[in-house]
């Protein structure tokens, strides 16, 4: 009998808020671990390669966030013309939420959750199937990157004086141990997070900075889930390469309990914290069950401030909930806390997003207010009880689309406000100025 043939692997990323794609790397390194092999395709960056997409055997596409799935879906079109009989599976976070939408575009099979071993097994044995998610521990190897595109076609780091640093993106957790109801990790996760062995990630790190990474971004959730396997990464991470810097995303919560850390995280190259500060209503934090009141937003701001390090706090703008009175606060207070150069336009504008198997679906205050599954924009449909906020919502994400400049940007969507409520527009672009801060470049999105 003639040995068998491996599959042709192309495994397929969309996009990854600008970032070279973990949804590839990771998997890539598995599939490298069972003796596989696979071609990479990363859309954000590199075009449509109809050749690689017909001579694949089995065509794996990412979708870790709303956006890639969106995008994905359009790519499973084009696959499914070019190459019907290829295996055309899903993996990501979001793709049993949306289960019956990828069966309907063709999906031969659908993995959540920690679900690179069942990549392996549609590779090894052609496995299809929507198994509900895998909440089990992996044995994690080095993400592999060498077919992926060079970093400098990916996210860099922007100091305040223009300098642009090369950026690598790693992974000390997944899951998260929290339950916020708008999130689409606990639908998957329940609660479990489970971390990336500590020489696992360090040998990630030296091989980016081997391709000249200055800068590391921990795409955990939540990088303090863990706090003392983050700061074991962080010391360890230091004293090979003093001269890195790094950011991270963590809930206001672990800020607060964490604060005597925050010092040392500076000291260790801390350039920023991404906090999902989401609302400065206590009403609508406590319907999206953010585990903070908006006194400990404030308090966290304080905080980071004072160990030295920048907070980039990111909003859900827009809820059922959210007032005309609570959507006008939050804005001055962006101002009054000079966080204009912080908090990127689109953060202004954002609405609540309800993908399938939400948490929030299950909020009876929220039930008033729900519409139909848009299948095109895979979320609920909501109308908020005042007409004037979602018509606001939608001429601030006007002025975002047309992409001018930031600071232009900002100025536009606060005299659009200011129209909208009857008070006296803000006459110049001065008025809103701040001193930027660390960021990366490419706009946080999902």
């Known amino acids: 009998m003639p040995p068998r043939v491996s599959p042709k692997v192309l495994l397929v990323s969309c996009y990854e808020l600008g970032h070279q794609p973990l949804g590839i790397a990771t998997p890539l390194a598995f599939l490298k671990r069972a003796g596989f092999s696979a071609e990479t395709l990363d859309l954000s960056v590199e075009p449509f390669d109809e050749e690689r997409v017909r001579r694949a055997d089995v065509v794996a596409v990412s979708v870790p966030m709303h956006t890639a799935l969106r995008l ?24 049993t939420l949306n289960g019956e939408t990828l069966r309907a575009a063709g999906a031969d099979s659908i993995l959540s959750g920690e679900c690179e071993e069942a ?3 549609v590779v090894r044995k052609g496995t299809t199937g929507s198994p509900p998610p895998f909440v089990a521990k992996l044995d994690y190897p080095v993400p592999q990157r060498s077919t992926l595109p060079d970093l400098d076609r990916y996210v860099h780091l922007e100091l305040p004086d223009g300098a642009l640093h090369r950026v690598g993106t790693v992974e000390t957790s997944r899951g998260c141990r929290h339950r916020c109801r708008h999130c689409p990790i606990p639908p998957v996760y329940e609660g479990r997070f489970f ?16 391709r000249g990474v200055r800068h590391i971004n921990f795409a955990d959730p939540d990088f303090l889930n863990g706090p003392g396997h983050a700061l074991e990464i962080v010391r360890a991470m230091r004293g090979d390469f003093p001269e890195l810097t790094f950011d991270f995303t963590a809930k206001v919560e672990h800020l607060l309990k964490r604060k005597d850390d925050l010092i040392e995280l500076h000291a260790s190259g801390c350039a920023f914290i991404v906090s999902a500060v989401e609302s400065l209503s206590d009403r609508v ?9 908006a006194r400990e937003a ?17 909003f859900v703008a827009f809820t059922p909930w959210t007032t005309r009175d609570d959507y006008l606060a939050f804005l001055s207070w962006v101002v009054e806390e000079e966080l204009i150069g912080h908090v990127d336009p689109i953060q202004l504008t954002l609405r609540l997003l309800i993908p399938p198997g939400s948490l929030l679906l299950n909020n009876e205050s929220l039930h008033p207010h729900l519409g139909e599954l848009d299948a ?39 005299h659009a406000v200011a129209e909208h409520a009857g008070l006296q527009p803000v006459s110049n672009e001065d008025e809103l100025s701040s001193l930027p801060g660390p960021r990366l470049t490419e706009t946080w999105f999902c």
Not at 74 to 91: G, T
Not at 285 to 293: A, Q, V
């Open 72 to 95: 994905g879906l359009r790519v499973a079109e084009r696959v499914r013309e070019l190459n019907p009989d290829c295996h055309l599976s899903f993996h990501g976070l979001y793709a």
């Open 119 to 121: 990549l392996v097994d």
């Open 195 to 210: 971390v990336v062995p500590q020489h696992t990630v360090l040998e990630d790190i030296a091989c980016l900075v081997a």
């Open 285 to 293: 934090l406590s319907e999206l069950g953010k585990g903070h009141t």
């Open 298 to 314: 404030c308090e966290a701001l304080s905080l980071a401030r004072g160990a030295g390090i920048a907070l980039r706090p990111t």
């Open 376 to 414: 095109d924009a895979l979320t609920y449909r909501w109308a908020h009880p005042d007409p004037h906020m979602d018509a606001l919502q939608r001429d601030l994400e006007k002025i975002v689309g047309r992409g001018i400049a930031e600071r232009k940007t900002h100025h536009e969507i606060f």
